[in-house]
């Protein structure tokens, strides 16, 4: 059971670092090969092309694959702790530059053959990921702590050698692994199958209108959560005293593997438009008198202006700031089999320089208008 940890995507909050060390060692590689090269920030470019890193060409699909097959093999294959942790560093290392040169190679066969091959690049992840595998098992392998004396004082009489002993659990870990892989999609096709149930039902509705707070009235174009899946939309803009809020109540017909409400995809905003200037997360009293906690994001397009965005996940009627609660709710009812009604409730005013300002404006909202 422990081994499920590894469905839960607690990992989101490496792929920024691991998208601008990919890029910032790409960059390196490619100078160091004498090609020329325009760099900024997650943008660079060559004569013959350019190019920009995104969340797939982070490396955190790798980074997992590669961890949660790590951690069975080590599990089956030593005894010591400290061996176990150290395998593991060593693949999480192992991982992290591998993606480095799979994307290292990627530009230089555009700098080669031009950008046409690099079109589509995807097979190259696979290949790469392959290549790891094979290099983690023949490592781990070789540096077993397995002693023979021990081996045959409990199996007496077989005379079985070291290398047989060490052959057999290493076979025993590959089949496990193999096992794994290929059953877990099916298992966990037919517990969703299971669990999926469509509903034309809310997380919530729009806030009403209130003494401080007009609306809704219709919500502007330049700022929209991106989710994607069975969705439903709710959408509006309030005119307050301090400031003017817009809010998106995305609800979830269904839930699957192709409609998730987390997951690396989904973003509260878009990120070709807009550009993240900090993150936090807060606490404050709703018009419910309740407490509820949110995540803050700080936001800019290119042309300077600013929003400030707050949001939180709504499960089954309740609300969570928690990425990993959310994704363990979702899979506590998909293993028992009910349906999940859930959503993402997002809020956000707009500024120039004073964010203080909008922050003061949302308070203000959540105070008066969210229940």
Request: proline share 5%.
């Amino acid at each position: 059971m422990g081994y499920l940890f590894f469905l839960v995507p607690f990992s989101g909050f490496l792929i920024l670092p691991l998208m601008e060390f990919t890029a910032d060692m790409t960059v390196a590689a490619v100078r160091v090969s004498g090609v020329p090269i325009y760099h900024d920030g997650l943008y660079f470019a060559i004569p013959n092309g350019s190019f920009r890193i995104i969340e797939a060409c982070s490396g955190i699909r790798m980074l997992m694959a590669g961890v949660a097959v790590g951690a069975l093999f080590a599990y089956l294959n030593f005894y010591s702790w400290a061996r176990r942790v150290l395998f593991l560093c060593g693949v999480v290392v192992l991982t992290i530059i591998a993606n480095w040169v799979r994307a290292y190679i990627v530009v230089m066969l555009a700098h080669f053959s031009g950008m046409d091959l690099v079109a589509d690049h995807i097979w190259l992840g696979y290949v790469v990921f392959a290549i790891v595998i094979v290099i983690m098992l023949w490592c781990g392998s070789r540096f077993t702590d397995m002693d023979p004396a021990v081996e045959n004082q409990r199996r007496p009489g077989t005379g079985r050698s070291n290398v047989s002993a060490h052959l057999g659990r290493t076979l025993v870990a590959a089949c496990v692994i193999v096992g794994v892989v290929v059953s877990a999609p099916v298992l966990a096709s037919t517990l969703i199958r299971h669990a999926e149930q469509t509903t034309n039902q809310p997380v919530a509705s729009l806030p009403k209108s209130t003494d401080g707070w007009s609306g809704p009235g219709p919500s502007p174009e330049d700022w929209r959560p991106m989710f994607r899946g069975d969705t439903m939309m709710l959408s509006g803009r309030y005119l307050g005293p301090v400031s003017t809020v817009d809010v998106y109540i995305i609800s979830y017909r269904s839930l699957s593997r192709q409609s998730e409400l987390i997951n690396e995809t989904n973003r509260i905003f878009d990120p070709q438009r807009w550009i993240l200037i900090g993150e936090t997360s807060g606490i404050t009293e709703s018009a419910a008198d309740e407490l509820l906690a949110y995540h803050e994001s700080e936001i800019r397009e290119f042309n300077g202006d600013g929003r400030l965005i707050r949001h939180w996940y709504v499960v089954d009627g309740r609300p969570y700031r928690n990425r990993m609660a959310v994704k363990l709710i979702e899979l506590r009812n998909t293993l028992a089999g009910q349906p999940t009604l859930a959503g993402v409730i997002a809020i956000s005013a707009p500024f120039d320089d004073d964010a203080a300002q909008a922050a003061r404006g949302l308070d203000a909202f959540m105070a008066e208008a969210i229940r």
